[in-house]
């Protein structure tokens, strides 16, 4: 089980939802507390961000790379859509002072260092980190509770993950995901999600839901999901 100040996730306590704010704000301190209000308001506990620091954890490459869903490189779609040191900081502070719990997700490790200064409860590893092992044991070694998405994964690739987590004796949470924005419901598959726990029991087993809707949420609950993550805009 997984305790975040009165929260307890796993065992037979009912799904946590996490809100995924992400950079849905699109760099914008005052949007970022706009749309935390909204969450907040609607009975949201765990916000969770996306801590980037661009130069640190991006390539040369990545300034040549066009994502499919925009006509600049990804390094430029982050760069203007992340939030810096004290922005970021801001955001925590308002979301802690107004009930909810600040989460995010680290991308390197001087993001770790970052989150570490800001005293979070918990890191969250998106998908694309699953089998960055490095930065995976840089995280286990702040002692921390971890929750990791596994999207473009199978059980050998997140196993190692796993392995680091029983190393360091750190709580954690494996979310079952589809990368695909928006998934088709058709393509969500939750049974990955009793594949997961049947290989990793010690895990506490949830989704990263990227449908549009509620009720590919409603099914994972019903088979089990402890921690249910959605973005929102």
Same mark, same amino acid.
């Given at each position: ?17 996490? =809100? ?43 300034? *040549? ?44 490790? #001087? ?17 694309? @980190? ?28 997140? =196993? ?12 954690? #949470? ?8 928006? =998934? ?6 939750? @049974? ?28 994972? #609950?019903?088979?089990?999901? *402890?921690?249910? @993550?959605?973005?929102?805009?």
């Amino acid at each position: 089980m997984i305790k975040l100040k009165n929260i307890k996730i796993g065992s037979s306590n009912p799904p946590v939802i996490i =809100t995924e704010l992400g950079i849905n704000h699109g760099g914008s301190l005052d949007k970022a507390i706009f749309l935390s209000d909204i969450a907040l308001k609607a009975g949201a506990k765990i916000i969770k961000h996306q801590t980037h620091v661009p130069d640190e954890e991006m390539s040369i490459e990545a300034k *040549k790379i066009k994502p499919g869903n925009a006509n600049t490189s990804i390094y430029s779609v982050i760069k203007k859509n992340s939030l810096g040191y004290d922005d970021e900081k801001k955001l925590m502070q308002h979301i802690n002072k107004n009930g909810g719990i600040f989460i995010s997700t680290p991308f390197c490790k #001087a993001a770790v260092d970052r989150l570490n200064e800001f005293k979070v409860p918990m890191f969250k590893i998106g998908s694309g @980190e699953c089998n960055n092992y490095p930065l995976v044991e840089y995280i286990c070694k702040q002692k921390k509770p971890i929750i990791l998405s596994t999207g473009m994964n199978d059980i050998k690739s997140i =196993t190692p993950s796993v392995r680091l987590f029983r190393k360091y004796k750190i709580p954690f #949470a494996l979310l079952h995901c589809t990368n695909i924005y928006p =998934t088709d419901h058709k393509l969500v598959r939750l @049974e990955a999600m009793i594949k997961m726990k049947k290989f990793f029991p010690d895990a506490i087993v949830g989704l990263s839901d990227h449908t549009e809707g509620i009720y590919t949420c409603l099914g994972a #609950a019903t088979l089990g999901a *402890k921690i249910i @993550e959605k973005h929102f805009t």
